[in-house]
């Protein structure tokens, strides 16, 4: 069988649906909200895809901004937001320094090769007392704790562990590479996806079908054989584990 070459051009038709659409939007963006300042007036959301979660941050008085880098992405973004979805790479982007109140970053530093430029460029485009809202530890919140964690094993990413440490959004690397440009880390928070949880069943049904973009770039043959005979000997095949709690931080710059 020919793998499947991930692209998130191909997969922006499906992107929402298949992520847990507007239920986990709401649940992101209320995590999001808690941590922004009230005087927000213009934000950036990077790597916003399209748009399910940057429209839910805009306001009467607040601006918000989608940017990334698929158009496919874009395409559903400018519907949602018009005139408010530009393309570009987080690591250059399209705002002048010191013109941002905020930017907010869902699930994007974890793909990235290298978060220290990200990190930087965000930095760059703030004003000073502006502030970055970020995912950090994604990979490693799927963890759980429940029998499918347990086939996983240390194919998944725990924090604090050798693996979840080489992540590029582990939140102590995002701390260091923050103070480095002047961005100090001054809350934390979470939201839960509230998605009634991944069954056996249906994890072994996007393995095979290489739609579940981490698994599809991680799982080597052997492991992912290995992976599949093990969710298949999983008792309640149908039943639905809880669900992820994804870590938030928010850093100032000074």
């Not at 001054?186 to 739609?211: K, M, N, Q, S």
């Amino acid at each position: 069988m020919t793998k499947r070459t991930f692209s998130w051009e191909t997969e922006a038709h499906r992107y929402d649906e298949s992520r847990g659409g507007e239920v986990r939007a709401r649940s992101a963006a209320e995590g999001l909200e808690d941590l922004l300042p009230a005087d927000v007036r213009l934000l950036a959301d990077v790597g916003g895809g399209t748009g399910i979660i940057s429209r839910r941050l805009a306001r009467p008085e607040r601006e918000v901004v989608v940017v990334d880098l698929t158009h496919a992405m874009l395409r559903l973004a400018s519907a949602r937001m018009p005139g408010r979805a530009l393309r570009a790479t987080a690591e250059r982007l399209p705002f002048r320094d010191g013109t941002l109140d905020a930017v907010t970053s869902v699930w994007l530093l974890h793909l990235v090769p290298d978060s220290r430029p990200v990190v930087a460029e965000f930095a760059r485009v703030l004003r000073p007392g502006g502030v970055v809202v970020c995912t950090v530890d994604k990979d490693a919140c799927h963890d759980v704790g429940s029998d499918i964690d347990a086939v996983l094993g240390d194919l998944r990413p725990r924090r604090g562990n050798a693996v979840g440490a080489a992540e590029q959004d582990a939140t102590e690397r995002i701390v260091a590479h923050g103070a480095e440009v002047g961005l100090e880390p001054v809350a934390e928070g979470a939201f839960t996806a509230h998605l009634r949880g991944t069954t056996p069943a249906t994890l072994a049904d996007l393995i095979r079908a290489d739609r579940y973009q981490f698994w599809a770039d991680r799982l080597a043959p052997a492991d992912r054989r290995r992976v599949l005979d093990g969710l298949a000997a999983l008792p309640d095949q149908d039943r639905r584990r809880p669900d992820p709690t994804f870590r938030l931080l928010a850093l100032r710059r000074t």
